[in-house]
């Protein structure tokens, strides 16, 4: 069975596989991948226990991988739990499809959701399965570090800054380590150690000794192995402080402790900051993100993170940015003036920000927009076009840091007068996929038809999501993953959250010309004393902004707000103009609509089934959690552990099986025994024999008594005494005691019972189990043994044999039978031969067909 290189192999792939840490936001795809690995090393062991050939471990290794990722990501849709079916092997298709598709969609680290977390386990396991078969199997172990590599290079061909030393050190020491175990092994495998001693040349070799106080070289072995651990850590040693210590191969110094001088332009990759937007959302502690003061007399503003401004077709995200040396912010260094504000209002605001320590991975810093200069330790940049602040290295947690911003204020009057973008601004803000569908296209003309100016339609667009077109608040709803998802929410379900809305409101404005993006941040959250806010997890938002010549960007708002929305969510005033119903446009005038007209207001009242944000429900929040939290959870570890054992323990089972089938057949009718058909022949027939009822009455055994002839009720001792048998020589195989199929019944036991020592019980039980075999074998006259008696006699030997063999023995007698190796092996001969057989057939029933 190999139970050490088991162990071993797998503790190399775990090891090998921290070395993907950098492609993921937390740590529980090394869970997942832990109980892939377990499962893995459970069917190899099976496999070798049962000897089977090097392509059947291949087999067990993957069907226990598939049965792991059966229990873990399909269990509601598999028979028993864990029996993968056909309902829960396409669940597992379509997460791996999803999965793959999240994968070459968002930029490393990437969001550990479902379908990434099954691909990361079945990634692993797949390495493992590689491991097992040709360290352990093959005696392979040098090739076995192709498939650990292989999990190195996919962090080094996705992330710029490679592997961390420490995690290729550990799989580095992971691997040697499993050369190390193999390499022991096969000297031990050899037996002692045999060493000779230097001898004068007058003194023959042959049965010489060595002389008084002459002392024998012998090699030590406890050295050997020390310098052999002293070269491999010295080895792994080199590898990681050369790479380090060459000139230009580090770009932030040794261990990345240098700093970044010299440094060309890099491309910046954060997670998918949607995907944060719906973790945010769904948490259930609703923990405080930041607090912050402000001097704004008009209320603070939305706190912009990102601006995303290019949709692919599935998704919206940023263009890559381009970062470089000039781009960091200096102390009292001015930003890049707001794109395209130049004619509207302006006033000065200053905000004062305090991100919470406990915050984790904010590359991204949230300030009003537009910031004009900031003020904060590190090194953070600025995006020119975007006015998007974020750093390389440094998160915005437990920072502290002051804004100085320009806050638009536009009348609806000027934002309806504004006429003309500029080419750039066009070609790159007005762009769509070809494949957007063309009843997305109608309904765009038709929600805006009428409109005569770019601010009526963003108008009607708004009261549209907000008001008229029959949207609900959502946040159970599905994160959008492709095109077809907000086809459905605007065409079907129109149900959802900031997310739908916000890219959908900039989808409908870019399809009829209007320059769009959407931004990503907080809202301004809740006041707690005069001038100082609190911003929580669930005040995380998106929005749309459009741009405008002569204001710039400006943002809209057609998520619902209040108990049926967005509880800290607010319209910007000049989106609420009155709009009239017809051709002509009243936005203009500037004027605020009237109240009771129902169509006044970017918000209007819940529709019936509409959701507070909190109030998801007994599983809404949970599952999101549950589904996009990429923290620590013991399901796939235990589950995995939970596989293995069921594995281990189909020999025990498989053992107790076949005892009980086996006295339990002993209790149906059994036919007569051959001594027992010779008995009733020897009667003679005709009336003389007759009963009371003229038929023939059958005689009774001599020994026992009971009838003869015929079938009756009670077991046939001659079956109940090779039940006995078979039982005592699985026995006596389970607990590693020597059995001669050519001994005699009478030698085995004499020899069993010199071999153990037995006591008087276990001496008479050997003896009379010994005895009733010899006369179901050699004899025509039946046994007086029941079969309770033999039945108890079996069970008193077995605790003979566990008595008298060591506790391992004992052990492996219990868990891992050994006669039921000899047991499988005989049914898979078997039915091998019967289906060879079966084959043979259908081949030779041509040929029998044409000679009828």
């Known amino acids: 069975m190999r139970i050490r290189m088991t162990a071993m192999a797998g503790a190399a792939t775990l090891t090998g596989s921290l070395g993907l840490y950098p492609l993921f936001e937390r740590a529980g795809w090394f869970w997942a991948g832990f109980g892939a690995v377990l499962a893995v090393a459970g069917g190899g062991l099976l496999a070798r226990r049962l000897r089977m050939p090097a392509l059947m471990n291949l087999v067990f290794g993957l069907a226990a991988l598939l049965l792991y990722l059966n229990l873990v990501y399909a269990a509601g849709r598999a028979w028993l739990v864990f029996i993968p079916s056909p309902d829960s092997l396409h669940h597992l298709g379509d997460l791996s499809g999803e999965g793959w598709r999240a994968a070459n969609r968002y930029a490393a680290p990437v969001p550990l959701l479902p379908g990434i977390a099954m691909l990361t386990a079945a990634g692993i396991g797949l390495v493992a399965v590689l491991v097992d078969l040709l360290a352990v199997r093959l005696h392979r172990t040098a090739p076995a570090g192709l498939p650990l590599l292989a999990m190195y290079s996919v962090p080094a061909a996705v992330r710029e800054d490679g592997v961390g030393w420490l995690a290729f050190g ?55 192995a020390a310098s052999g651990r002293r070269i491999a850590v010295g080895a792994v040693a080199v590898a990681v402080l050369l790479p380090a210590a060459v000139p230009g ?179 790159h803000y007005t762009a769509v996929p070809k494949n957007i569908p063309q009843e997305v296209r109608r309904l765009a003309e038709q929600v805006t038809a009428g409109s005569a100016t770019a601010l009526t339609q963003a108008v009607r667009l708004q009261r549209w999501f907000t008001s008229t077109g029959g949207f609900t608040y959502d946040l159970s709803a599905r994160a959008p993953q492709h095109g077809s998802d907000l086809v459905d929410f605007l065409l079907h379900s ?44 669930r005040d995380a938002h998106a929005w749309p902004e459009l741009y405008f010549q002569g204001t710039g960007w400006v943002r809209f708002e057609p998520t619902p707000s209040g108990a049926a929305g967005q509880g800290t969510a607010v319209a910007p005033s000049y989106s609420q103009p009155a709009v009239s119903t017809g051709g002509d446009d009243d936005g203009a005038t500037g004027q605020a609509p009237d109240a009771s007209s129902p169509d006044a207001g970017a918000t209007a009242a819940p529709s019936t089934g509409a959701r507070h944000r909190d109030d998801e429900g007994a599983g809404g929040a949970t599952a999101a959690q549950d589904d996009e939290e990429g923290g620590f959870s013991a399901t796939p570890w235990l ?214």
């Not at 096969?186 to 007058?202: L, N, Q, Y």
């Not at 915005?396 to 806050?407: F, L, P, Q």
């Not at 959250?497 to 870019?510: G, T």
């Not at 002839?709 to 699985?730: C, L, N, V």
Request: hydrophobic residues 35%; proline residues 9%.
């Open 639 to 852: 589950a995995g552990a939970l596989l293995a054992l069921l594995l281990l323990a189909v020999p025990m089972t498989l053992r107790r099986f076949t005892r009980r089938r086996r006295w339990a057949a002993l209790a149906a009718p059994s036919a007569p025994s051959p001594g027992a058909r010779a008995g009733s022949r020897a009667g003679p027939p005709g009336p003389a024999s007759g009963g009371p009822d003229g038929r023939r009455a059958r005689r009774p055994d001599p020994a026992s008594g009971a009838p003869i002839g015929g079938r009756t009720g009670a077991p046939d001792p001659a079956r109940a005494a090779h039940a006995a048998w078979q039982e005592m020589r699985a026995d006596a195989l389970d607990h590693g005691l020597e059995w001669r199929a050519s001994d005699s019944p009478r030698a085995t036991a004499r020899r069993l019972g010199e071999l153990l020592e037995l006591d008087a019980a276990g001496a008479q039980a050997l003896t009379r189990i010994a005895r009733a075999e010899e006369l179901a074998r050699y004899s025509r006259s039946r046994s007086a043994e029941p079969v309770e008696r033999l039945r108890a006699d079996v069970r008193t030997v077995r605790e003979s044999f566990a008595a008298s063999v060591g506790r391992r023995a004992r052990w492996r007698a219990r868990l891992l039978p050994p006669s039921t190796v000899t047991q499988t092996r005989t049914v898979l001969r078997t039915a091998g031969d019967r289906a060879l057989d079966a084959a043979n057939r259908l081949n030779d029933l041509p040929a029998r067909l044409r000679r009828k």
């Open 494 to 537: 129109k149900r959802g959250y900031c997310e739908q809305y916000a890219a959908s409101m900039a989808l409908l404005a870019r399809i009829l010309g209007i320059p769009s993006r959407v931004a990503m941040g907080y809202t301004p959250g809740s006041e707690v004393r005069p001038g100082e806010w609190v911003v929580r997890s």
């Open 170 to 224: 550990a799989g580095a020491l992971g691997f040697l380590g499993l050369l190390m175990a193999d390499s022991r092994e096969k000297v031990g495998g050899w037996g002692r150690m045999v060493t000779t001693h230097s001898r004068p040349r007058d003194v023959p070799m042959a049965g010489a000794e060595p002389r008084p106080g002459e002392a024998a070289a012998r090699p030590d072995p406890a050295a050997l």
């Open 249 to 427: 191969l580090q770009p932030r110094g040794v261990f990345g402790l240098g700093g970044a001088a010299g440094e060309g332009t890099r491309t910046v990759t954060t997670p998918d900051p949607l995907v944060s937007l719906k973790r945010e959302l769904t948490r259930l502690d609703d923990s405080v993100v930041l607090t912050y003061r402000t001097d704004d007399p008009d209320g603070p503003d939305y706190l912009r993170l990102y601006a995303l401004d290019r949709f692919d077709g599935d998704r919206w995200t940023y263009s890559p940015l381009k970062s470089s040396s000039k781009d960091r912010l200096g102390y009292g260094r001015t930003l890049p003036p707001p794109p395209g504000l130049s004619l509207g209002r302006v006033h000065k605001v200053t905000t004062k920000v305090a991100v919470r320590p406990e915050v984790r991975n904010m590359t991204f810093l949230p300030v009003p927009y537009a910031p004009t200069s900031v003020s904060i330790k590190g090194d953070w940049r600025v995006h020119p076009s975007s006015l998007m602040l974020y750093s390389l290295r440094d998160s915005a947690g437990g920072r502290s840091y002051s804004v100085e911003s320009v806050r638009a204020d536009p009348t609806s009057g000027q934002l309806a007068a504004a006429s003309g973008y500029p080419a750039d601004v066009v070609a």
